[in-house]
């Protein structure tokens, strides 16, 4: 019996671990949609989300800035590699700012410099 409720337990942390971790609209606002230019310095494309660093000059001075994708699986399928978006390389990333106010962004889609697009989120979140 005590090994029963243990697991159920267990099943419930996890359960209630994965709920907020996935929920969108605690960690990003979906009232609004920015634009952020910058220059990629890290790309990890990684389980459970992939997260771009790069760092955006503004007023002669630099902010470094991560943006959450999706998982490596969902990007697959929407036509990104390990090797889409490298260090040094120009990019615009347009999707949904950190309610809190800290240099992060969910991708609603990557533009490259020569004008490719990445689709992420698209254009509303999944929950």
Request: aromatic content about 8%.
């Amino acid at each position: 019996m005590r090994v029963i409720l243990i697991t159920l337990g267990s099943m419930l942390f996890m359960a209630g671990a994965a709920a907020a971790h996935h929920s969108f609209a605690v960690h990003y606002d979906p009232e609004k949609y920015i634009s952020v230019s910058g220059t990629v310095t890290d790309f990890r494309f990684a389980n459970p989300h992939g997260i771009i660093t790069f760092t955006v000059t503004e007023n002669g001075s630099e902010k470094a800035w991560r943006a959450e994708t999706n998982s490596p699986n969902l990007l697959k399928r929407r036509g990104w590699t390990s090797e889409s978006i490298e260090p040094g390389q120009d990019i615009t990333v347009e999707g949904w700012p950190a309610r809190d106010g800290t240099p992060l962004i969910r991708v609603g889609k990557v533009v490259l410099a020569d004008g490719t697009e990445l689709l992420g989120q698209g254009g509303r979140p999944e929950e």
